[in-house]
DNA sequence: ATGGCTGGTAGAACCAGA
């Protein structure tokens, strides 16, 4: 039976994260690769190192300066458009159909500002705006879909280094943690991550650039995923967070995610 | 320790990330 490797990876600056963004695909060899956090306007995407590496197929969804999507794939892609769930401009989706029937959907969760009330901070009401808009477009999904990203909440305890200390943080408040289940629950979504690693384990994907060294306090979270159509997961055979990614030289504050299918 | 760091873009006593 065929497989496939997909991984996804916010990468802060495709540009800035070049070198690592190819070591990453040399050791991996995934099949397809979603970035979040491109940073970069289409037109000045840098295509060249993917090509050198096989990497022919490239769906962007970018804008100048913040933000930004990109599928970059060795086997066709057949672009499925862009939702825009906050409705003000920004890049922060793109979705594919690969041959083998399945939908890819490459997307990045505003984070929401510092105050996690909507009343006083806007961008906390886009991002619960966002969540909810995805859900409704969850529910008429009928294909078999798999989504990945930068998600900016961690929904479980053990999604995070001190669920206490974050409950009033953005990315782990209640009210976020709510809206992103109601979102699981609309397509009974498999969370990846927890099916092949669960809780209580310890498991995070991004760790703050804010601290000198990020393994001594090992204060992370677990903002990434990937989320499967019950069909989908039945096919995943393996998954993994590229946690040393975190040390390599100019890193970005996010790790990789791979996961590989029977397809 | 409520600080700390990073990238893009402009050329900031900037913004955004989360």
């Known amino acids: ?17 070049i070198d690592i963004v190819q070591r990453f695909l040399e050791e991996e060899q995934p099949d397809i690769l979603c970035l979040q956090e491109t940073k970069v306007k289409d037109d000045t995407f840098p295509p060249a190192m993917f090509r050198k590496l096989g990497y022919d197929h490239h769906v962007l969804n970018g804008q100048p300066m913040h933000h930004g999507v990109a599928i970059i794939s060795k086997l066709p892609l057949h672009d499925h458009g862009r939702h825009d769930w906050q409705d003000n401009g920004e890049a922060r989706h793109i979705g594919v159909r690969l041959d083998c029937g399945i939908r890819l959907e490459n997307v990045y969760v505003p984070a929401g500002g510092d105050v996690p009330d909507r009343t006083v901070n806007p961008k906390f009401g886009q991002k619960l705006d966002f969540i909810e808009r ?79 060294d990020w393994t001594a306090n090992d204060r992370g979270r677990r903002l990434d995923h990937m989320w499967a159509s019950p069909e989908v997961a039945k096919m995943a055979t393996a998954h993994k967070v590229c946690e040393p990614c975190r040390s390599w030289i100019k890193p970005s504050d996010h790790v990789p995610l791979i996961t590989e299918f029977a397809v």
């Open 134 to 212: 995805m859900t409704r477009w969850s529910e008429t999904l009928a294909e078999p879909t798999l989504i990945v990203g930068d998600f900016n909440i961690a929904p479980l305890e053990c999604d995070v280094w001190s669920h206490k200390q974050l409950l009033d943080v953005v990315s782990h408040t209640p009210i976020e943690v709510e809206a992103l289940g109601r979102l699981q629950a609309s397509h009974d979504w498999v969370d990846l991550g927890r099916h092949f690693y669960p809780a209580p384990q310890r498991l995070h994907t991004w760790w703050s650039y804010r601290a000198t």
């Open 1 to 17: 039976m065929p497989s496939l490797k997909i991984a996804s990876w916010n990468i802060n600056s495709v540009r800035a994260r």
